[in-house]
């Protein structure tokens, strides 16, 4: 086999990231010279619709005129909700469990076939979607609402749904974060989480939507840079990296025999351990196929040389290379072969991204979601209320979320209702001398609207609803992403959820405290 050769099909198990709008001199180095087999574009990519499309075609170009057998392989993570790239232009979809709150499957379906004809509109061909991580732990500092719920068997039904409704879309699945990362207090961007059950309770847990969802035919599986040592014996080594994890429970155990994908190489949990580059290499002699390094140049070229090494040392066989180009050829065969993808940026995307059905859909959908935990004949609000909108101001605390979308709207979504309501926005750690100005102003106020995020022990947020509280007027708290704050506020008369805070989410919300909005949503966790 000739070395150039070699070097393509080792170039051909990553998967890359670069910073601006167009395509960038280090990536067409990556395409031309390295032969990469695949793009990750994050909300840094993403302009227009029209934007996005030029980008993704530009890539394609570039992919043809280098002599690719196969187009690229570009892909986002667009969990919808509080985890989603497409911006202005696409229409905002409800995210996993607002989903699960529907307690309709077929929901998931509607929106992941919605969410792949967006896609696929734009050029993107492949998401990095369904979460099936089950969401077992309140405290999960990274997955939380991206999950469809607590139940396994609820978390399969819903992500079997969503990733069939994509599939029918034309566009390339994944199942995320292999074995599971949702019994977690640990973000795995940060630092290496450890889930130390006996593989009895994750075959019951854990690994029961992975499972189903393989035999539903999954198309790509992504692993989790989570140590799990009843599986793996040897210290902390993440499952993205163990052999027992990836090819004896997936491949040989589970039967998966499609493309397995790592998360980004690039988290802490790996780059501050074995490193990015040589973790690069462990994760193919685990098994896995596709490598994805989201953001570094020099560590993308970096990982293939390290990977060529282990070739010439034979530490890695050229066997082992061939099996994965096979099974990532055969996705791309499927999915994105040059006979069924376009290069023609002039194609109209205005008829699909951001219709009207789409929008229409999703907000019956966000209807069924809201959920009313509490109402003690607080709400819906009526006469010449003088009202108080409190929410904090940036509604990011994970990685994974995309700052453009950090600004709340919660108070914009009471004005279309009141537009005489004030709107105050808090820090996100407010402080003592916040609460107490605004304690200050309750007399001003005949209700109380306070919107929260994912609030945690010791949190200002806590002590400005008890003082609401003990003014004795309405106090109604919407929990604008994690369902659980509720334990904190365990005496106020009203409570909301929403499960995220898109816009339409809010809307809805506003909409039901007001009574123009009826909704139907249902608990998919329970709370303590």
């Excluded at 393989?214 to 210290?235: C, K, L, Q, R, W």
């Amino acid at each position: 086999m000739e070395s150039s050769n070699l070097a393509k099909k080792v170039g051909q198990l990553l998967v890359v990231g670069f910073d601006g709008k167009t395509v960038p001199e280090e990536i067409k180095d990556m395409i031309h010279n390295y032969h990469v087999g695949g793009i990750i574009l994050f909300g840094r990519n993403i302009g227009t619709p029209l934007e996005i499309l030029h980008l993704t075609t530009s890539l394609q170009r570039e992919a043809k005129e280098a002599g690719y057998k196969y187009p690229l392989l570009i892909c986002m993570d667009q969990e919808n909700g509080v985890v989603r790239r497409l911006g202005d232009g696409a229409t905002i979809f409800p995210g996993a469990m607002t989903l699960g709150a529907t307690d309709n499957p077929d929901n998931a379906y509607k929106i992941g076939l919605a969410t792949g004809k967006e896609l696929k509109a734009l050029g993107i061909n492949w998401n990095l979607a369904p979460v099936l991580d089950v969401n077992n732990n309140p405290n999960n500092p990274v997955i939380g609402v991206r999950s469809f719920g607590e139940s396994p068997e609820k978390v399969t039904r819903f992500g079997q749904a969503a990733m069939k409704g994509m599939q029918d879309a034309g566009v390339i699945t994944t199942l995320k974060h292999f074995p599971g990362h949702g019994d977690t207090s640990v973000d795995s961007h940060l630092d290496l989480p450890v889930i130390s059950h006996e593989k009895e309770r994750l075959d019951k847990i854990e690994l029961l939507p992975f499972k189903e969802s393989i035999n539903a035919g999954a198309d790509t599986v992504m692993s989790a840079h989570v140590y799990f040592p009843s599986i793996e014996n040897e210290a902390d080594v993440p499952a993205t990296l163990s052999k027992k994890v990836i090819t004896g429970l997936l491949r040989e155990e589970l039967g998966f025999d499609g493309v397995v994908t790592t998360d980004c190489m690039e988290m802490n949990a790996i780059a501050n351990g074995i490193g990015t580059e040589k973790g690069g290499v462990a994760a193919i002699k685990a098994g896995v196929d596709l490598v994805m390094i989201s953001h570094t140049h020099k560590k993308q070229v970096g990982t293939i040389k390290e990977i060529l090494e282990s070739i010439t040392k034979g530490e890695i066989s050229e066997e082992r290379i061939n099996q994965s180009n096979q099974r990532i050829n055969d996705l791309k065969d499927k999915y994105v072969n040059w006979n069924n993808i376009s290069l023609d940026e002039n194609q109209s995307v205005s008829t699909i991204v951001g219709s009207n059905e789409h929008k229409e859909l999703a907000y019956e959908i966000y209807r069924e979601s809201v959920t009313i935990v509490k109402n003690e004949d607080v709400f819906p609000l009526v006469g010449n209320q003088r009202i108080l909108v409190i929410h904090p101001n940036n509604g990011t605390t994970m990685q994974v979320e995309d700052k453009r979308y950090a600004n709340l709207s919660l108070g914009a979504a009471i004005q279309e209702h009141d537009q005489d309501a004030d709107v105050l926005q808090i820090t996100n750690a407010a402080t003592l001398e916040e609460v107490e100005s605004i304690i200050n102003r309750s007399q001003d106020y005949d209700a109380f609207i306070v919107g929260t995020l994912t609030v945690s022990p010791g949190s200002k947020q806590i002590i400005l609803v008890e003082k609401l509280l003990e003014t004795g007027k309405p106090v109604i708290v919407i929990a604008m992403r994690s369902p659980y704050d509720l334990k904190y506020f365990p005496n106020v008369p009203a409570y909301i959820n929403t499960y995220e805070f898109t816009y339409p989410a809010l809307k809805v919300a506003a909409g039901a405290i007001f009574g123009k909005e009826i909704v139907s949503g249902r608990l998919p966790i329970k709370i303590v």
